[in-house]
């Protein structure tokens, strides 16, 4: 059984559509990270890192979006969310789920917690501006990449989608919001049309654009 622990708009929400794409049967647990549950000793015995999303195989725990959508898309071959092994699409495959939960997604995490690597506010919100700047950057960069796609691996729709779909909704804070470029947009609402990805982002109670 698969079991995933989430809360809601988080990376989870990638993980949660992924589940719902494949039609897999998976539970999920809601974890209340106001209430403190990331930090308790349960949380932690699964993901040592106190992060979200945690996957459960038979037990098993598998932490890091990226290994959690490759665990669930190779899971099911056949519903055809990740290219097979050695083929050039598999490496572009990899080369966006590094990017994203590495250099973009972190890029997130500073400007949405600053106060985790500078004290007084000020700096903090120079680390804000600094984060803000990178994004803006690193968007456009996407978004020049993605060209006609219209998805990541061209024609073919993919786990790792699913990554940048959630990064392009945290960029709706940013100046210009992510999905105002041509590509990313697009990209953006072919996902959100989704019937499996209108359904979880209803259960998240998530209404982006
Ligand atoms: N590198 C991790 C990052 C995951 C991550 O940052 N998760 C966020 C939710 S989007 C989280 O758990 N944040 C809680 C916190 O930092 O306190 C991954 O790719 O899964």
């Known amino acids: 059984m698969l079991e995933l622990f989430y809360f809601p708009g988080s990376a989870g929400l990638t993980a949660h559509i992924l589940l719902e794409e494949v039609g897999a049967p998976y539970e999920t647990h809601r974890v209340d990270r106001d209430q403190g549950d990331l930090d308790r000793d349960w949380f932690r015995d699964l993901n040592p890192f106190g992060r979200i999303p945690v996957l459960l195989d038979d037990g098993r725990a598998i932490f890091e979006t990226g290994p959690v ?4 898309a190779e899971k099911f071959p056949d519903a055809g969310f990740i290219p097979p092994t050695a083929t050039p699409a598999r490496d572009l495959y990899n080369q966006w789920l590094s990017l994203l939960s590495t250099d973009v997604q972190q890029t997130f995490m500073l400007r ?3 106060h985790r690597w500078v004290d007084d506010k000020e700096s903090q919100a120079e680390v804000v501006v600094s984060a803000d700047a990178k994004l803006t950057n690193q968007f456009d960069i996407i978004d020049g990449l993605l060209g006609d796609g219209p998805y990541i691996l061209g024609s073919e ?5 699913l990554l940048l779909f959630l990064l392009t909704g945290y960029g709706r804070r940013l100046s210009p919001k992510a999905w105002d470029r041509p590509a990313i947009g697009r990209h953006y609402r072919l996902i959100r049309d989704r019937a499996p990805v209108r359904k ?3 259960e998240h109670e998530l209404d982006w654009k």
Do not use: N
């Open 157 to 161: 729709f993919c786990a790792a989608d």
């Open 112 to 114: 949405t917690y600053p």
């Open 200 to 202: 979880v982002m209803q």
């Open 69 to 72: 959508l490759t665990h669930i």
